[in-house]
């Protein structure tokens, strides 16, 4: 079975031009093949094959050396679009319907580039043959081997990757079966429940500490005026470290729970909050937590598992036992006067999350939060009786 797939990819600035570049001269490619089908079909009535095109893109690369640089499958596959266009011209023709000719392409009539087996690789980027590596947002795992690609252009510029993937029928494989909860969070960015706590690398920091600085500054500018667009230029040059440091670190993150675990619970982060809040600390945090969960669902399924997310709310103010434990947020420990547990709050906000995503059912059809505090409670000590006996 052959299964689609889209995913939204952003080229950097170089990346963005070379791919430019590659669609004008795979239209140009395109343009001369079907003139040079014309004329053959006029000059001596003779169809030329996608194969004997093929043949033809020999004299053309010596003619147009900048050719040579295009991956040929790129360019084979452009004679495979002609053939195609002359089939179903004939086709609709003899339906008796009133097709058009195939066509010459207009400057914004060609948007696509398709390698047909090889030129690219699929991991944690996006590489293309020639273009580099490309940073790609996976929201979904492919299964099965990927038989082509093709790199499109909207009429906007965004740009996206499509994939053709033959699924086989076997189901992938459970790695492990290791089950954790995790707290993200502000002052670290993850706690897990198995008391680990993860910060945010300094190098990231200081970056978004300097575009804070920037962005300040920049705003301060008067508008039109020659400082603002320099400043606007550092600016868009901090935001693309920016944006490499952290998804350098939210891989690696992602990677690292992905091969300890395979059930991963977390709280459904809240759009309402994230579009709510004002302040760019906070909203820096917002966009890597949403991009590290992506990663990390795409990453777990990989391996057989599923990232869990919970509606938990209170998760901070409660405590395993299932006592009530009020904290504002400068106080970072947790300490419970019911069963006398002293905890970094965040550790136990993952345990909380953990708890809630698995107890007592089998992971992954906890999807909802329809396990109050006193079902949890009771399925701890379930647990528990079941450890003791
Ligand atoms: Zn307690």
């Known amino acids: ?31 001369k093949q079907l003139e040079l089908k014309i004329k053959i079909y006029k000059d001596e009535s003779k169809n030329l094959s996608q194969f004997e095109l093929n043949d033809y893109l020999i004299e053309l690369k010596k003619k147009y050396p900048f050719l040579l640089k295009l991956h040929s499958q790129v360019l084979q596959n452009i004679n ?27 400057k914004n009539r060609y948007d696509s580039i398709t390698y047909p087996q090889s030129g690219f690789s699929l991991n944690d980027k996006l590489y293309i043959s020639k273009i ?11 299964k099965g081997r990927i038989k082509t690609m093709t790199i499109k252009r909207t009429a906007t510029n965004k740009w996206f990757a499509f994939f053709t993937a033959m699924q086989e029928n076997k189901p992938s494989k459970i790695i492990n079966r290791q089950i ?36 300040r500054k920049h705003s301060r500018k008067r508008k039109g005026g020659h400082n603002r667009k320099k400043s606007r230029l550092k600016l868009a040059i901090i935001h693309e470290k920016i944006t490499n440091q952290r998804n350098d670190f939210l891989h690696k993150e992602s990677r690292k729970l992905a091969n300890d675990y395979s059930f991963v619970a977390v709280e459904k982060l809240s759009i309402k909050d994230m579009s709510k809040n004002r302040y760019l600390a906070k909203s820096i945090a917002d966009v890597s937590w949403h991009k590290f969960l992506q990663m990390l669902a795409y990453k777990v399924e990989e391996t057989g598992g599923k990232l869990v ?10 405590c395993i036992c ?16 019911n069963c006398g547990v002293e905890i970094d709050r ?15 059912t089998t992971a992954g059809s906890a999807e909802s939060n329809a396990w109050g505090y006193e079902r949890m409670l009771s399925s701890v000590n379930q647990e528990l009786s079941l450890h003791s006996s």
Do not use: W
Request: glycine residues 6%; aromatic residues 10%.
């Open 1 to 31: 079975m052959i299964k689609n797939y889209k995913f939204r990819i952003y080229p950097n600035k170089m990346q963005n031009n070379a791919l430019q570049t590659t669609l004008k001269q795979v239209r140009f490619v395109y343009n």
């Open 80 to 106: 495979q679009r002609i053939n195609l266009a002359f089939k179903s011209f004939y086709l609709r023709a003899k339906r008796g319907e009133k097709p058009g000719f195939p066509r010459f392409k207009g």
């Open 132 to 142: 580099g590596e490309i940073n790609i947002v996976k929201h979904r795992y492919i």
């Open 180 to 215: 954790v909860g995790i707290d993200l969070g502000l002052s670290h960015f993850y706690a897990d429940s198995r008391g680990n706590i993860i910060n945010n690398p300094r190098y990231l920091r200081n970056s978004e500490q300097r575009l804070i600085k920037i962005q």
């Open 309 to 318: 997310k919970i509606n938990a709310h209170g998760t901070s103010q409660h």
């Open 322 to 337: 299932g006592n009530k434990v009020e904290k504002t947020l400068a106080i970072r420990t947790h300490r419970c006067n």
């Open 346 to 360: 965040d550790i136990m906000s993952a345990i909380i999350i953990e708890k809630l995503a698995f107890f007592g």
